[in-house]
């Protein structure tokens, strides 16, 4: 589809400008075809159908769809008619292993709110908080092991970097007088970790939280 810019012209009859105004119109969207690829651009997100039903639902969102932008967003972006500024802006961008993000601005800082990892909901699983941009996203892991003694771990997905925290706790069908349990730290690394244990436990579950 064409675009025609600066039409119609004060001098333009409308036998001559008729045309490119509805190009324009069709440029924007073409309720008429059923092809999505020939529906305009604003069917790119939106429901545009002409539908003359009860419930239409032309003008809902389909989805909201980004590119991402060359250079970070800051400062917040401002309208230059009315010199009014944005409160908040939400913009994609690339990280720098060339990953799609989306980025949350606001007056106080600027979010990270996805990540490249995959969440994985299990038992032993892993999630993602948002971080500062530039940094990478925070991985959350946790995980329950069953045995006593020595016990390596190993976590669903690496880290960047050595975990900033690992927590454990005990789990026993009896009830000892003392539960034992700690990480070696000598055996930390962005691989997993080792937990010591006293005999008198079944298991334990444990929750690390690191650099992506």
């Known amino acids: 589809m064409t675009q025609y810019k600066n039409i119609p012209q004060p001098q333009d009859p409308r036998n001559i400008s008729q045309a490119d105004i509805l190009g324009n119109f069709q440029y924007l969207c073409t309720p008429i075809s059923t092809t999505l690829a020939n529906n305009g651009i604003l ?7 002409a539908d003359n039903v009860a419930n239409p639902t032309d003008g809902f969102h389909r989805q909201v769809s980004f590119l991402n932008q060359s250079q970070q967003l800051a400062p917040l972006p401002a309208n230059s008619v009315n010199n009014q ?12 292993g060339g990953n799609a993000q989306l980025g949350f601005l606001t007056a106080n800082n600027n979010t990270q709110l996805t990540s ?8 032993k699983g892993v999630s993602y908080l948002p971080a500062l941009i530039g940094g990478g996203s925070i991985l959350i892991q946790w995980g329950k092991e069953v045995g006593s003694g020595t016990v390596p771990v190993t976590f669903a997905t690496p880290f960047g970097a050595v975990p900033y925290i690992i927590l454990g706790t005990a789990f026993s069908s ?13 055996s930390i690394t962005s691989n997993g970790f080792t937990m010591n244990t006293n005999s008198s436990i079944d298991g334990f579950y444990w929750l690390a939280v690191g650099p992506e």
């Not at 069917?43 to 159908?49: F, L, P, S």
């Not at 908040?88 to 990280?95: E, I, T, V």
């Open 85 to 96: 500024t944005a409160n908040s802006a939400l913009w994609p961008y690339a990280d720098n």
């Open 116 to 123: 490249k990892t995959n969440p994985i909901l299990a038992a």
């Open 43 to 49: 069917n790119v997100d939106h429901y545009a159908t």
């Open 174 to 186: 009896t009830t000892p007088l003392i539960y034992l349990l700690y990480v070696q730290t000598s």
